[in-house]
């Protein structure tokens, strides 16, 4: 789950670790509000939406900068009202870009120098890593990949937590001294302690930077939680942003049905995630397009067939469905009936193939066959791609 | 023989009493798996009773090992308690820990792998399907079902498979069985990014299985862990190997399903780990459909039977 950076940083601020003093709008008439808790002076407006290159970003009315500095708080309230409500694209929005629901203003810090810093799970050794390098506001991967040098990385003993040692070899990296040094320290840890506490997944902070009077700040912050420990941090299930996801995905996530929303064309019903994943790979393969992944489970019942049915349907894009499932123990006509049962309810008008393989098949196919329906049969994964992609082009 | 587990290996049920638990445990006793108890906190000296057999249920791993022998456990509690399941085998000193629960958070799996590392006992998963060697009976009956597996989509055989995803196990071992070949061991290491057992950890037991003559490494976007297995098998592996990797299609930076299959950067992409697989001398599946196909090529190269 991701939140916005107004929400991480507050969230900051509780662990310990500085931001520069901001306040958040949810509509025009907040700025002066938000305003007014801030000093006179140079400010920074930002659009929270959950979606990087902001700055770089241009709204459908043409202004760009989704993220701006001002030289006074009245000019600062003058451009949030040119953000709010209105819609940025960024590299990462896609075209249809998303509307900017809060701002964000900050002091606008001095800063002397940007640093990179990161907290997250590093697969390798199943370990919490974290992530430094003296090259920060720039895209970190371009970085990895041009000069990996300038990346350090230090594995965490889950055991120990973040050892003193370990804080001199970032600090070293970071090439800090004096008051910074030890403002930079004690960052890190209390980074590392939020991260730790909260279940996080990621935290990510590009910028990290000193300021002329030797402070340490998180200019940026970039989180995302651990969907799997949300059950025990209510504080945090309490800043989901339900504008930021897609409503298909939302509507998907009430039947415990994980679906992912893509560009294409056809749409797959699918059990289980890998088997979800590889039907939109082959549609691919034979010249198809994917509308969307989803993976109805092992246990899939009627109800979440007919729920995942009107879940694909409700994308406009889609033009023919194709229907995945390998029963191990899951019985075929179970799913065959949730099938047929779903296509008469939703009154489908669009092509559809099945592939149905494993536990009971035959009783399931002849439960197809003799349904009335008018979907087309697919023996295998290959057979069935290919079908639904003739039928779709 | 096989890998980890044998049709003599004795097995106990960690949530035994839950529906999931109950369900599968016994389909595992229907295929004549060694299930010899159960273990559910505050239910020791009640039974499960499936047809003819009755299984004792104890309070702790501890008991049901000691009075039963079981070297394998597998744990089907709810993921809150999960992490806990784990560590109590590894108390207990059992050989393998098989954790099928879905949704336990990353951290606790961060604490439970620190803390059982160097210990004597295996863990697979969690969020797996667990793993089955085939028997020799009717739809492969007599052989050891561990988790959640279709046991009769197997056949005693010499084809090893290890895979993330369950969906895509059964889909690989359904096309060996459908050419008359068979599996030694199907094993499922489950789709989260913190896991007991890796692709390398399995190929290498394959690789030493004198009865295993043949792979089938299955792989999705996420982690370098195909890539690890890969690159051991370029300089180490003995035996035919054929590759697949789900999630060519996936966008960057989404959780497709499994908690682990996520595209993180350049280096975890479908088709930077099918590179490497064709580096390293796989043969890459182009399709799922492709998979025991890709695995007859790999063995036509080499000059293996497979049967």
């Known amino acids: 789950m991701n939140i916005h950076e107004y929400q991480a940083k507050a969230l900051f601020e509780k662990f310990g670790v500085p931001v520069p003093k901001g306040a958040s709008a949810k509509s025009a008439a907040e700025f002066d509000a938000a305003l007014a808790s801030l000093p006179e002076g140079p400010t920074m407006v930002k659009s929270q939406i959950h979606a990087g290159g902001r700055g770089k970003g241009t709204f459908t009315d043409g202004f760009k900068g989704g993220v701006k500095f001002c030289k006074t708080k009245a000019d600062a309230k003058d451009l949030a009202g040119k953000m709010m409500n209105n819609t940025l694209v960024t590299i990462q929005t896609g075209p249809a870009g998303r509307k900017v629901q809060t701002v964000y203003f900050t002091v606008a810090s001095d800063i002397k120098k940007e640093y990179y810093l990161a907290v997250l799970l590093d697969r390798a050794s199943s370990r919490p890593v974290i992530v430094v390098s003296t090259e920060g506001g720039v895209d970190i991967e371009t970085v990895a990949h041009d000069t990996p040098e300038k990346i350090t990385k230090v594995l965490i003993d889950p055991a120990y937590g973040v050892a003193d040692f370990q804080l001199r070899q970032l600090i070293g990296a970071l090439q800090l001294s004096g008051a910074e040094a030890k403002n930079a320290a004690k960052l890190i840890k209390n980074l590392y302690t939020f991260f730790w506490e909260t279940d996080a997944a990621m935290v990510e902070v590009n910028p990290l930077i000193t300021t002329p009077t030797g402070d340490v700040l998180a200019l940026d912050a970039k989180v995302s939680f651990d969907s799997n420990a949300l059950y025990r941090h209510s504080e945090i299930v309490a800043l989901r942003d339900l504008n930021e996801e897609d409503p298909k995905e939302i509507e998907a996530s009430k039947f415990d049905l994980a679906y992912i929303a893509l560009d294409g064309n056809i749409a797959c019903l699918v059990n289980g995630a890998g088997l979800a994943m590889s039907t939109m790979d082959i549609i691919k393969h034979y010249g198809g397009n994917p509308a969307n992944f989803l993976d109805v489970g092992g246990g899939a019942t009627k109800e979440k067939v007919i729920a995942a049915f009107k879940i694909i349907l409700g994308d406009a894009n889609v033009k023919g469905i194709f229907v995945n499932i390998f029963g191990g123990i899951m019985d075929c006509n179970v799913i065959a009936e949730g099938i047929v049962e779903a296509v008469k309810e939703v009154g489908l008008k669009l092509p559809l193939v099945v592939r149905l393989e494993g536990n009971n098949v035959a009783k399931g196919k002849s439960t197809l066959a003799n349904s009335g329906l008018a979907l087309v049969s697919g023996d295998t994964m290959a057979d069935a791609a290919q079908k639904i992609v003739k039928l779709v082009a | ?307």
């Not at chain 2, 004549?32 to 791993?61: C, D, M, R, W, Y």
């Not at chain 2, 295996?122 to 279709?150: F, H, K, M, Q």
């Not at chain 2, 003995?238 to 590759?243: C, F, I, L, M, Y």
């Open chain 2, 1 to 307: 023989m096989s890998i980890l587990i044998t049709p003599k290996t004795k097995i106990l049920v960690q949530g035994i009493t839950g529906a999931f638990g109950a369900k599968h445990a016994q389909l595992s006793l229907d295929y004549g798996t060694q299930l010899v108890a159960g273990v559910t906190p505050g239910k020791g000296g009640q039974f499960f009773e499936h047809g003819a057999h009755k299984v004792p249920i104890f309070n702790s791993v501890h008991e049901a090992a000691a009075a039963t022998g079981a070297t394998v456990s597998v744990i089907f509690v709810p993921p809150p308690f999960a992490g806990d399941a784990i560590l109590e085998c590894v108390d207990a000193g059992l050989d393998l820990a098989v954790c099928i629960t879905e949704g336990i958070p990353i951290k606790d799996m961060i604490r439970v792998k620190r803390a059982i590392s160097g210990a004597k006992t295996r863990l697979i998963g969690p969020n797996c399907p667990g793993l089955v060697t085939p028997g020799t009976g009717e739809g492969s009956d007599g052989g050891c079902r561990i988790g959640i597996a279709p046991g009769y989509i197997h056949k005693k055989g010499h084809v090893g498979v290890v895979s993330r995803s369950g969906t895509l196990t059964y889909e690989a071992v359904f096309q060996i069985t459908s050419k008359g070949l068979g599996q030694s061991t199907s094993v499922g290491i489950g789709g989260d990014p913190v896991n007991g057992t890796n692709h390398l950890d399995v190929i290498k037991l394959f690789n030493a299985d004198p009865d295993t003559k043949g792979i089938i490494l299955i792989g999705e976007i996420g982690g370098n862990a195909e890539v690890e297995a890969a690159r051991w098998i370029k300089d180490n592996c003995t035996k035919p190997v054929a590759g697949f990797i789900a999630g060519a299609t996936a966008p960057a930076g989404r959780r497709m399903g499994h908690a682990g299959a996520i595209v993180g950067g350049h280096e975890d992409t479908a088709a930077a780990k099918i590179a490497v697989f064709e580096e390293c001398g796989i043969e890459v599946a182009a399709t799922p459909s492709d998979m025991a196909d890709a695995l007859l090529r790999a063995a036509a190269k080499k000059g293996v039977s497979l049967a």
